[in-house]
């Protein structure tokens, strides 16, 4: 993680390559009565860094766990690297081994070492052989900084490593999107930036990101459009700076003056 | 203890601390003086009163002269050399498995120096010394071996799965042992074995039935999770001994005629039923397991593309079964003693052959004396199932919290 702790500005901005990664169409998602996503619609490109910002209750965390199918999607379609997905379970099992998703609250297995929840999923669900998703394991912890922790389990690390564990283990998997769900929110304050540190780096290799999160200085420096959620329904999309300096909607500016 | 022996003198235990201790802890107010002397009394003559009896005025004949009654019940005495090969394999098994995991803490004391206690007090003399004695060097021996491979940690994980197969198999192999090649029909087990077996082959399959009626109960699909909840609430819904008796006078009504299911031995019946009672029990206790966890957990294990058999079987169940250790445990201590309940199935079980020994004409009068051994016997097995379930606990709990 050598170099993360520099400012983002000083790596070579990675610009999206224009291929759609995820596309929605009108998705709708019913909890009973309620609709928390009213037709959302958006496409995001290959090694695009999209932060989603909202109020609590908006849908962009449902929106998020739509796109992996945790919560499936009630009308609409989405399409991801040109699977769509459905009730297929094919298609599912394929998506989600593509698609990494980091929680707010880790959700590491408190009954495994740190290597072993790494390397879990690569040899179930890649049949990767035990030593190369030993050595994957490795460089992985060292990528999120945290080498000399792999037989620890997680109720032995700091909540910044264990969010920091949870990244590695979802980067295990090779990939091509990663979905990050308020991942700094359960955090103590000197913690966050370790976690932020890591995503930085992240997002400077090309990976495309969507992370739903109030860090607003992270939204600035690293994302390369913010989408903005209210009641269900995608109110606002810009870059940071369109964004933050000259927002359109009126809910926008309203969420803006009640956060900065 | 060694951070603290760096920073001040090994304290040492002096009159002067010994006093302050007893002081502060037993006589520190009138009523807390009130308490200990009382308390003390009443141990003091409890005390004495069973050491008096089990020294001087009991008489252990009685149990000496239905030595075989109470250990192995009508088990022919031809064919008693098919327990030993098993007994040695339980104790072999159960040392290697001490000393793999759990090396000797004084805590553990007790339960061995009662065990030893009970194995000398019964097998003194005789064959059956030298045959007991073998089978506590075999175990004495796996002990070493157990703590000799756990240095090592790749022949530790080899040791693990060994043992742990062993274990699975020493069941299914006494059975075997005890009736292949006109060996011993079941109705002519009894004594201890035949609690033991009972408790056994309750045990194993009532958790082997329990946890996936626990996952059909959780189920999604109606079929299943109703099937389940029904079967479940059943079972609860009458006492055991009701079900011995179901089991006894009409089963056999209800048996298929396919060869051997037909006429399914009475000792069969009674293993079926108390492990389909077990079942129901642990299926709930496991149920409690399952909704302990968070919803995280599984979703975790989704989101990385683990299919739901992975999920169920990697992320969920060890962690549910973890946390309702002790509840099942306490389950299997309470199967342990219903099997005192096939009594109504005229089995001759500990506790049935215990009455017969106190019917004796020679032996009227001794009950305190074979009661006491049946109880000490129930209580021994009782503790040990206990203090097997705290080390596994804790060896478990590694990194938690």
Known sequence: MAGANESASSYPEPSPTGRPMIVTENVTKWFGDFQALKGITTSIAEGEVVVVLGPSGSGKSTFIRTLNRLEPHDGGRIVIDGVELNDDLRNLEHIRSEVGMVFQSFNLFPHLTVERNITLAPQKVRHLPRAEARALADELLVRVGIPEQADKFPGQLSGGQQQRVAIARALAMRPKIMLFDEPTSALDPEMIKEVLDVMRELAASGMTMIVVSHEMGFAREVAHRLIFFDEGLLVEEGTPEQFFEHPREDRTKLFLSQIL | ?401
Not at chain 2, 71 to 96: D, Q, S, Y
Not at chain 2, 98 to 115: K, Q
Not at chain 2, 315 to 320: G, M, S
Not at chain 2, 341 to 364: D, H, K, N, T
């Open chain 2, 1 to 401: 203890m060694t951070t603290q022996s760096l920073t001040r003198p090994v304290a040492r235990l002096t009159f002067a601390r010994a006093g302050r201790w007893v002081r502060k802890n037993l006589f520190s107010s009138w009523l807390n003086s009130l308490l200990t002397v009382v308390t003390f009394a009443v141990i003091a003559w409890v005390g004495f009163s069973v050491i008096r009896f089990v020294l001087v005025s009991a008489d252990w004949t009685v149990v000496e002269a239905n030595r075989r009654l109470l250990f192995i019940g009508r088990f022919p005495k031809a064919e008693e050399w098919r327990i030993w090969p098993a007994l040695w394999a339980v104790m072999a098994v159960g040392g290697a498995a001490y000393g793999r995991w759990a090396p000797f803490a004084r805590r553990d004391l007790p339960v061995i120096a009662l065990g030893l206690l009970f194995v000398f007090a019964f097998f003194a003399e005789g064959t059956a010394a030298l045959l007991v004695g073998v089978g506590v060097l075999l175990a004495a021996a796996a002990y070493l071996g157990g703590r000799f491979v756990a240095r090592d940690e790749r022949r530790a994980a080899v040791a693990s799965r060994l043992i742990l197969i062993a274990g699975a198999l020493l069941l299914p192999v006494t059975v075997v042992l005890f009736t292949v090649a006109s060996g011993v029909r079941t109705t002519l087990w009894g004594g201890l074995l035949l609690n033991i077996m009972l408790a056994s082959i309750g045990i194993a399959g009532g958790f082997a039935l329990g946890v996936p009626l626990a996952l059909a109960r959780a189920s999604t699909m109606p079929v299943i999770r109703v099937t389940a909840t029904t079967y479940i609430e059943l079972v609860r819904a009458g006492p055991l001994i009701a079900w011995l008796f179901l089991a006894r006078f009409v089963l056999p009504d209800f048996l298929p005629p396919i060869g051997p299911i037909a006429d399914l031995h009475i000792v069969a019946r009674a293993m079926l039923v108390l492990a389909g009672f077990t079942a129901a029990y642990v299926a709930e206790v496991v149920r409690g397991g399952l909704q302990s966890l968070p919803h995280g957990q599984e979703e975790a294990a989704q989101a990385l593309g683990l299919s739901g058999f992975q999920t169920t079987w990697l992320i969920v169940l060890p962690q549910a079964l973890r946390a309702v250790i002790p509840a099942l445990v306490s389950q299997f201590i309470s199967l342990w003693k219903d099997t005192t309940l096939v009594f109504g199935l005229s089995l001759l079980e500990l506790l049935g052959a215990s009455e017969a020994a106190i019917a004796q004409q020679r032996f009227i009068g001794r009950q305190a004396e074979v009661l006491l051994f049946a109880g000490f016997v129930f209580w021994l097995v009782s503790l040990t199932m206990s203090r097997l379930s705290q080390r596994i606990e804790r060896s478990l709990g590694v990194g938690e919290r």
